[in-house]
C-alpha cells in the first residue's frame, strides 16, 4: 500500500499563490505517475497536473503557465505551485499515485485532499 498526505492548502485572495505537498510513503521514483487533481462542489473530479517517473509532466489547459508540478525524490514528496490564483481554482485538491503491478494492472492511491480557496 502506498500513503499519500497533501498540505499546503488554504485561503488567498485572487491573484494570490499557494504551494501544495504530497508526501508519498515509498520511494516516488517508484511510483509510475504522480498527479494533481481538484474537485470543485458540484463537478467532476479533474486531472490537473502529472508527473511520471521519468519526469515528464503534463498539465490542463487551466492550469498551464499558472501551476508547476514538480518533486522531489530524495524526500518522496511531489509539490505543486500555484500562481495567479483564480475563483475558479477554488476546489479540494488530491495527490495520486499511479502503480504499475503488470502488464495489464494498476494500482491508485489517494490523498485525503486538502482544500484551496481562491476569494474574489
Known amino acids: 500500500q502506498v500513503q499519500l498526505v497533501e498540505s499546503g492548502g488554504g485561503l488567498v485572495q485572487t491573484g494570490g499563490s499557494l504551494r501544495l505537498s504530497c508526501a508519498a510513503s515509498?520511494?516516488?521514483?517508484?511510483?509510475?505517475?504522480m498527479d494533481w487533481y481538484r474537485q470543485a462542489p458540484g463537478r467532476q473530479r479533474e486531472l490537473v497536473a502529472g508527473?511520471?517517473?521519468?519526469?515528464?509532466?503534463t498539465y490542463a489547459d487551466s492550469a498551464k503557465g499558472r501551476f508547476t508540478i514538480s518533486r522531489d525524490s530524495a524526500k518522496n514528496m511531489v509539490y505543486l505551485q500555484m500562481n495567479s490564483l483564480k475563483p475558479e481554482d477554488t476546489a479540494v485538491y488530491y495527490c495520486?499515485?499511479?502503480?504499475?503491478?503488470?502488464?495489464?494492472?494498476?494500482?491508485?492511491?489517494w490523498g485525503q485532499g486538502t482544500q484551496v480557496t481562491a476569494s474574489s
Open positions: 515509498i520511494n516516488i521514483l517508484a511510483i509510475n505517475a
Open positions: 495520486h499515485a499511479r502503480i504499475e503491478v503488470g502488464d495489464d494492472a494498476d494500482s491508485d492511491y
Open positions: 508527473i511520471t517517473s521519468g519526469g515528464s509532466t
